[in-house]
């Protein structure tokens, strides 16, 4: 929205500097000189119909001193709703040092609120009452550092959270911060999860799988919660737990199509094989549909033809499913 706003005023200008070149070398062909009619005209052309006091952006972009400081206007010379807006599309780095320039503007608490939310789903310190004088940008910093020492090292970076207020020592509350965040390192957040389970059954509560396909819900799964790259017990975990989540957000789907915990588990783990077949570069002979339906149905029996066959077909047209 600020680009465009930004885009539109600038437009706006060298439209009109061609107009009135175009008409001052019309007027000149003529052999006529641009006096007093011409000057009242490109006044009028100038002056917009309706004009609010400090929020016209063209006019804005036409009073300022020459033609050496053509360029972007200051922020500072804008409403502040819309230099809040602008500045609201940087990243912190970015941010910083539009504070340099525009202290005020670049130091708004709610700026760095909208990036500690937007980059950080969810702290415990966002539900508490803040005391007076707490700032969202040494929050922040505290944020990025937190995150940084738990991608070399995931529990001494719970612990700097824990230890700055930013979470509460509790599953519930690490499985809130681990699903909305973006930042953590999938291979140090496996490392975590397979030491605290109980953070882990947490997470497993958060994802809600109703009225998804079963690849796709399994795909969802594994983005939150990376699958280890070797078949063990962990991965036995994690396929165990995504079942019964997976048929608790489904029961009509458990009614009708006769799946349960352990059916699932068995299709989770032929799809998964079937994902490798189909992907690995390694394997020439791909597994026929009709394999997959006789090899799938041996295991599990009550599931029907058609059902498995659309779990073929939708490994074949979208790919793994721990991808």
Request: proline share 4%; net charge negative.
């Given at each position: 929205m600020g680009q465009g706003l930004w885009r539109v005023a600038r437009?706006?200008?060298?439209?009109?500097?061609?107009?009135?070149?175009?008409?001052?070398?019309r007027d000149r062909e003529r052999g006529r000189r641009a006096g007093p009619p011409l000057a009242e005209t490109l006044q009028q052309r100038r002056t917009p119909q309706c004009q609010v006091p400090g929020t016209d952006i063209s006019h804005l972009l036409r009073v300022r001193k020459g033609k050496e400081e053509q360029g972007f206007i200051d922020l500072e010379m804008l409403p502040p709703e819309l230099?809040?807006?602008?500045?609201?599309?940087?990243?912190?780095?970015?941010?910083?040092?539009?504070?340099?320039?525009?202290?005020?503007?670049?130091?708004?608490?709610?700026?760095?609120?909208?990036?500690?939310?937007?980059?950080?789903g969810h702290c415990s310190i966002?539900?508490?009452?803040?005391?007076?004088?707490?700032?969202?940008?040494?929050?922040?910093?505290?944020?990025?550092?937190?995150?940084?020492?738990?991608?070399?090292?995931?529990?001494?970076?719970?612990?700097?959270?824990?230890?700055?207020?930013?979470?509460?020592?509790?599953?519930?509350?690490?499985?809130?911060?681990?699903?909305?965040?973006r930042m953590l390192n999938w291979k140090m957040l496996r490392i975590y999860l397979d030491e605290r389970r109980d953070v882990l059954d947490e997470l497993v509560t958060l994802h809600n799988f109703s009225n998804q396909f079963l690849p796709n819900a399994l795909r969802d799964f594994f983005r939150h919660i990376h699958a280890p790259e070797e078949r063990g017990e962990y991965l036995e975990t994690l396929i165990t737990k995504?079942?019964?989540?997976?048929?608790?957000?489904?029961?009509?789907?458990?009614?009708?199509?006769?799946?349960?915990?352990?059916?699932?588990?068995?299709?989770?783990?032929?799809?998964?094989?079937?994902?490798?077949?189909?992907?690995?570069?390694?394997v020439k002979n791909k597994m026929s549909k009709r394999e997959f339906i006789r090899n799938t149905r041996r295991a599990a029996q009550n599931i029907s033809e058609d059902f498995v066959g659309h779990l073929y077909d939708n490994i074949y047209l979208i790919g793994h499913v721990a991808a």
């Open positions: 437009n706006q200008q060298l439209q009109q500097q061609y107009s009135e070149q175009c008409f001052l070398q230099s809040i807006t602008i500045l609201s599309y940087l990243n912190a780095t970015d941010l910083c040092l539009a504070s340099c320039v525009w202290q005020d503007l670049g130091n708004d608490e709610y700026l760095w609120q909208g990036l500690c939310k937007s980059t950080w966002y539900n508490r009452r803040l005391p007076s004088g707490f700032s969202y940008r040494k929050l922040y910093m505290e944020l990025d550092e937190g995150s940084l020492t738990f991608n070399a090292n995931p529990q001494e970076g719970i612990s700097y959270f824990m230890s700055r207020g930013i979470l509460v020592d509790h599953p519930k509350e690490i499985a809130k911060f681990i699903f909305y965040t995504f079942s019964h989540r997976f048929c608790a957000c489904n029961p009509a789907l458990v009614q009708d199509v006769g799946l349960s915990p352990d059916a699932v588990y068995v299709l989770c783990y032929s799809l998964i094989l079937l994902s490798i077949d189909l992907t690995s570069p390694h």
